[in-house]
């Protein structure tokens, strides 16, 4: 089993929930998710630099590399053929099949138009130059976990996502008045997101309800889901600490 931080209480109950209980435990744990970091915070009310958003793009470009092998590593450990056939979708989802022509450039491609959107281009992106050490470990953690973990607590690691058509809204709802300067075009991520999210937290949840039954296991999921919420969360205090080293207005 892989290591995590033990659950800081015991486990908050002596017998096993039902399934509407731990799904609600697991979505209260979204009091931890990024979407509250102050920095997202301030750059979601308009209060960042254009170099800061620079910082923020080309460190999650890195995020947005990991997810597809992260989602490979799951799928090296899922025996079920139909397990596998509903995963693959979602490295479909980011690395693509075809081209913008044809709407299947997919994710990475379509985060490699925000970054020229705001100022970075296609070489420096992809040359990972710009990511720093907090993001790629916090990044490189959630890869290895997928790794070695079960495949259904790299399923569980993902429902993150239960939080993320918000903070993918609110870019949508506050970017274009605050950042008026980046193309909209490359806000395009951000909206195709959003109904994706939905479809993998429905397989994610499903997974995680009948996978995880006793009192132990429960426990194990809210601490595999706070391990992935401490990962974003990482990533946004090493991007928060990139901005103010690298002098922009903090
Ligand atoms: O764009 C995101 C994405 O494709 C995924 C996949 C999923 C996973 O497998 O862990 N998590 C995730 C997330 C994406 N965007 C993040 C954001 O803030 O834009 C949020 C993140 C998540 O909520 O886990």
Redesign the pocket.
């Known amino acids: 089993m892989t290591a995590l931080t033990p659950a800081t209480t015991a486990p908050a109950h002596d017998q096993p929930w039902d399934r509407a209980t731990f799904e609600a435990a697991l979505r209260a744990r979204g009091q931890s998710?990024?979407?509250h970091h102050p920095f997202?915070v301030r750059m979601n009310s308009g209060g960042c630099s254009p170099e800061e958003i620079r910082i923020w793009v080309a460190n999650?470009f890195y995020?947005?590399m990991c997810?597809p092998r992260?989602?490979a590593a799951v799928m090296s450990n899922m025996p079920d053929r139909s397990q596998r056939r509903e995963w693959i979708v979602?490295m479909l989802?980011?690395d693509g099949q075809g081209d913008y022509q044809d709407g299947q450039a997919g994710?990475i491609e379509a985060?490699t138009r925000l970054g020229e959107a705001v100022g970075i281009d296609r070489e420096r992106l992809w040359s990972l130059r710009d990511v720093v050490p907090g993001v790629r470990f916090a990044c490189d953690a959630?890869v290895h976990f997928a790794m070695h973990a079960p495949w259904q607590e790299g399923v569980c690691?993902?429902?993150?996502?239960?939080?993320?058509p918000q903070?993918?809204k609110d870019?949508l709802a506050t970017w274009p008045q605050h950042y008026p300067w980046i193309e909209a075009q490359g806000l395009q991520?951000?909206r195709s997101?959003i109904p994706?999210?939905s479809r993998?937290v429905e397989h994610?949840l499903r997974v995680t309800l009948e996978h995880f039954t006793t009192v132990q296991q429960q426990q194990r999921a809210l601490d595999i889901l706070q391990f992935?919420l401490d990962i974003?969360w990482a990533m946004m205090d090493a991007i928060e600490r990139a901005c103010a080293e690298q002098g922009a207005p903090t």
Not at 157 to 164: N, P, V, Y
């Open positions: 998710y990024h979407i997202n999650r995020y947005q997810i992260k989602d979602r989802d980011h994710g985060w959630y690691s993902s429902l993150t996502e239960m939080f993320a903070i993918h870019r991520y951000f997101r994706l999210a993998d994610g992935k974003l």
